[in-house]
C-alpha cells in the first residue's frame, strides 16, 4: 500500500486513477485507527472504485497545546490496519503539517450560518474553523466524488456539509452510523488513552443517553437534561460538561418540543482528562 506524504506526488497517482475512470472516495481522519474508521473505510469501497484515506493530526483544530501533543499518532499500525481491509484498492496519504500549511498553520475564518457556536464551538475556541480549513483543504487536494464522516461527530458533519454547500464544492458529504465498542461506548481514537478503570465507567455516557431517549418520549427537553445532569453529579469518575437536546437542522437547543421536528441529544463529558462525546436520535 502505497503512503503518500507530498500531495503533488498524490494528486499525480488521484489523476491517473481518475483518467482510468475510477471513482474516489474519501475518509479523512487523523489517524489512531480503529473500527469506526473502518467502517467507514468499507463503506467508501462499496461505493467507490478506490478510496483514498488522510492521516493527518491536524494542529489548528486543537485549542489546547496538551490535548494536540497527546494526540495518538500510530502511521504504521493505522496502514497495518488499512491493509486487512484493501491492500490495493486504498491510497493513504499522511501528510506533514508543512505540507498542508505551507509555513503558515492557521486557520481560515468561517461563517457555517450558526452551526459553529452551539455545543462544540462554546468548549472548544476555534475547533471548527480548524477543521473547516483543513478539511476544505483536503478536498481541493483529493477531489473526491464522496467523503465519509462518522455521526458521532454530528456536529462537525452538519459543518462540513454547510462548507460543501457554501462553497460549491462537488462531493458528496456521507453521514455514517456511530459504530460502537460490545458495552456501548462509542469508537474514538481517544478511548485508547482511557485509564482501565475510566475505560470501565465510560460506556455510562450511552447508557444514560438511551435513557434519555426513553424519557424524552413523554417528559420535556428541560426535564431529561436536569435528569441527566443529576446522573452525572452522582457519579464518581465521570464529569458532564454538557447535555443538550437540540434540533438537527439548527443545532440549537430545543425549547418546546414539535412532532415536525427532528431532535438528537449530545453529550461532551471528562473521563480523567480525557474528553469523551457522544449523541443518539431522538425521533
Ligand atoms: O474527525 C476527525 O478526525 C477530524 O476532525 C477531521 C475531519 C479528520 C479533520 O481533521
Not at 214 to 221: D, P
Not at 254 to 259: A, E, G, H, L
Amino acid at each position: 500500500m502505497k503512503v503518500f506524504s507530498d500531495k503533488v506526488e498524490l494528486v499525480k497517482k488521484i489523476n491517473q486513477l481518475k483518467a482510468e475512470n475510477n471513482s474516489i472516495g474519501f475518509v479523512p481522519t487523523m489517524g489512531a485507527l480503529h473500527q469506526g474508521h473502518m467502517s467507514l473505510v468499507k463503506q467508501g469501497l462499496s461505493n467507490n472504485s478506490f478510496v483514498v484515506v488522510s492521516i493527518f493530526v491536524n494542529p489548528t483544530q486543537f485549542d489546547n497545546a496538551e490535548d494536540l501533543k497527546k494526540y495518538p499518532r500510530t502511521l504504521e499500525r493505522d496502514v497495518d490496519l488499512l491493509k486487512t481491509v484493501s491492500k490495493d484498492k486504498i491510497v493513504v496519504y499522511a501528510p506533514t503539517v508543512d505540507d498542508i500549511y505551507e509555513g503558515n498553520a492557521k486557520s481560515e475564518s468561517f461563517n457555517f450560518d450558526g452551526l459553529e457556536f452551539e455545543m462544540e464551538g462554546k468548549f472548544r475556541q476555534g475547533h471548527f474553523d480548524g477543521v473547516g480549513t483543513i478539511v476544505k483543504r483536503l478536498f481541493e487536494i483529493v477531489e473526491p466524488n464522496n467523503a465519509y464522516f462518522g455521526e458521532k461527530d454530528f456536529q462537525q458533519l452538519a459543518i462540513i456539509k454547510k462548507l460543501v454547500s457554501k462553497y460549491n464544492i462537488p462531493v458528496k458529504v456521507v453521514g455514517c452510523k456511530i459504530h460502537r465498542e460490545t458495552n456501548g461506548l462509542a469508537m474514538s481514537s481517544r478511548n485508547e488513552r482511557l485509564k482501565p478503570e475510566y475505560k470501565k465507567a465510560a460506556p455510562f455516557i450511552f447508557k444514560t443517553l438511551q435513557s434519555a431517549k426513553t424519557k424524552f418520549g413523554t417528559k420535556s427537553a428541560n426535564k431529561v437534561t436536569e435528569w441527566v445532569t443529576k446522573q452525572f453529579a452522582k457519579h464518581e469518575l465521570l464529569e458532564l460538561e454538557y447535555f443538550i437536546i437540540a434540533d438537527v437542522d439548527t443545532l440549537k437547543p430545543v425549547k418546546r418540543k414539535s412532532n415536525k421536528k427532528t431532535y438528537r441529544a449530545f453529550i461532551a463529558a471528562y473521563a480523567d482528562d480525557i474528553r469523551l462525546i457522544d449523541n443518539i436520535a431522538l425521533n
